[in-house]
């Protein structure tokens, strides 16, 4: 995954200082201490927010001893809110400066600078110097990523011995035309999106055994298109915080989700494996 600017593309990722315009929104300026609980509602990048996380959580035990890896971790709202609920360690790689900047300023403002280190890198390049953790998470990030098999192997040689993986990602239901994936490249950096089976297979293949898996492609479709229609609803509100470039890149990116949910091509997955 290249160091670049065409992430940028997916109008998500762009102005992603817009968090600063909703901390002033609730009475915050730029130097206030903040609470996990005062960002979650827009620190969360991922569907359903920290019912997600709060899933995770349970589903593979994360507790006060474990260290745990975030692959594409953002602005660093899972990272926090996982630290924050659980006591774990937490390791914050983003790919992007400008969010990792924006990731290490809310932590840092959260009281959460010794819980979670936030890293600026490429999970397929980055040295680890031998570190391995307990449980490797992702969220809506892994289909970012060309070369799937060295990033499942990666994740495999990184973990410790009874570790866990654990991510939501995209995949294809159908298949897409060459415009359409030009279109899912250029709009949601969509770089690779294979079939369930093949993506259920190839965690095995990289020696991860397969717990279990969710097909949310249903789930993630109602919510995408509720998503689209409430921030529709909530123009003025979001002009007026905002303005209307950042009102318009996010109303674009949210109805383009809606559309690629609803016409069935897309489906999202849920998935728990562990190096046994």
Same mark, same amino acid.
Do not use: P
């Given at each position: 995954m290249k160091n670049d600017e065409n992430i940028k593309?997916?109008?998500?990722y762009n102005d992603v200082d817009r968090v600063y315009n909703e901390l002033k929104e609730i009475g915050k300026n730029d130097s206030d201490s903040l609470q996990v609980n005062e960002l979650t509602s827009f620190d969360q990048l991922h569907y359903h927010g920290t019912y997600a996380l709060d899933y995770a959580i349970k589903?593979?035990?994360i507790n006060s001893n474990m260290l745990i890896l975030e692959i594409g971790s953002g602005i660093g709202g899972p990272a926090r809110y996982i630290a924050n609920k659980t006591g774990a360690s937490v390791v914050a790689l983003e790919l992007q400066s400008d969010q990792h900047k924006v990731?290490?300023?809310?932590t840092e403002r959260c009281g959460l600078a010794k819980k979670v280190e936030h890293i600026c890198g490429d999970f397929i390049t980055y040295n680890w110097q031998g570190k391995k953790f307990d449980?490797?998470?992702?969220?809506?990030?892994?289909y970012h990523i060309v070369e799937h098999n060295v990033l499942l192997k990666n994740c495999f040689n990184y973990l410790k011995s009874g570790g866990f993986f654990y991510a939501e990602d995209l995949f294809s239901r159908?298949? =897409? @035309?060459e415009e359409e994936l030009y279109e899912i490249s250029k709009e949601m950096y969509g770089n690779y999106l294979p079939d369930l089976?093949?993506?259920?297979?190839?965690?095995?293949?990289?020696?991860?055994?397969?717990?279990?898996?969710?097909d949310m492609s249903e789930i993630w479709a109602k919510f995408t298109h509720e998503r689209n229609l409430s921030y529709i609803s909530k123009k003025d509100r979001h002009l007026r915080v905002h303005g209307k470039k950042i009102y318009e890149n996010m109303n674009m990116f949210y109805a383009f989700m809606d559309r690629? =949910? @609803?016409?069935?091509?897309l489906g999202g997955i849920r998935i728990t494996a562990k190096k046994s």
């Open positions: 593309s997916m109008k998500l589903k593979i035990g990731a290490m300023d809310l449980a490797i998470v992702s969220w809506l990030t892994l159908k298949q =897409f @035309s089976e093949t993506y259920k297979s190839e965690i095995e293949r990289s020696g991860l055994k397969l717990i279990d898996y969710q690629c =949910f @609803s016409q069935g091509k």
